[in-house]
């Protein structure tokens, strides 16, 4: 009786050690090649190698938990999820209530309507119908550069909305990631009519400096082995490696 009760407590802190090993990393896998779902239902994406990335050099095991993009931040608060490692850029306003990690790339956003769009500022969309990703630095940029022209600004839960709201005649365009909205809508057959229009997007009152991985406050043990990982990666050329799979260009950005 002794041995089995000796043999459950070692099983028992057995599994909690195993428990403790893995990392539970937050991503929006809407939003390609970034994040997102093969057929047969597994995350993948440039976010989900990076995290894996990263898992692998902390010795920790990545599992991964779906999440809409406007209750990331939430949800992290809430414990859900240790990290979140989904394109989040790092902005003053969300660094009030998160601690982000050092930047792992950074690419810019633009506006994508109909090819042939006479487009000499935001007041030439005033009446246009643009969609936008709920809570994204890119709604912001919306709101706050369209919307004064007259433009209305739409959000929705995710990117791959957007991009069939186009397709159905409901939005005239989007603002998004130029990298994502390449990936996601432009080189496939039903975005073949639309381009990007106006200047890369960069202003750092909107979009920050750069993407990281938010943890939770108070957490700086996490947080600077997260940084740890991404210099190391970053350095022995596994970083390249992950980003020639997805890119024919560096998204580290300078």
Not at 72 to 99: C, F, H, N, W
Not at 111 to 125: R, W
Not at 141 to 161: F, H, I, R, S
């Amino acid at each position: 009786m002794r041995k089995t009760i000796w043999a459950l407590a070692l099983m028992t802190a057995g599994m909690g050690t195993a428990y403790a090993a893995d990392l539970k990393v937050a991503i929006d896998p809407t939003y390609e090649p970034f994040t997102f779902k093969t057929a047969d239902g597994k995350p993948a994406g440039f976010d989900v190698d990076i995290a894996e990335a990263i898992c692998a050099e902390l010795k920790r095991k990545c599992v991964f938990v779906e999440q809409v993009w406007d209750s990331m931040i939430p949800g992290l608060q809430a414990r859900k999820y240790d990290i979140i490692v989904s394109s989040m850029s790092i902005t003053e306003e969300r660094k009030r209530v998160v601690d982000f990690s050092d930047r792992y790339y950074k690419t810019p956003s633009a506006i994508v309507v109909k090819k042939g769009t006479d487009y000499t500022g935001p007041a030439s969309l005033k009446g246009k119908k643009i969609g936008v990703l709920k809570g994204s630095t890119q709604e912001k940029w919306a709101m706050g550069e369209l919307k004064p022209a007259g433009v209305t600004v739409v959000p929705y839960e995710a990117q791959d909305q957007v991009y069939l709201d186009i397709n159905a005649g409901r939005l005239d365009g989007t603002v998004a990631d130029k990298v994502e909205v390449h990936g996601g809508f432009l080189s496939k057959p039903e975005g073949k009519d639309y381009g990007y229009v106006g200047p890369d997007q960069y202003e750092p009152k909107y979009y920050g400096d750069g993407i990281g991985i938010p943890v939770r406050k108070g957490r700086k043990d996490l947080l600077d082995q997260i940084n740890a990982a991404i210099k190391t990666i970053r350095a022995n050329g596994t970083y390249d490696r992950i980003a020639r799979k997805y890119f024919d260009f560096d998204p580290y950005g300078n």
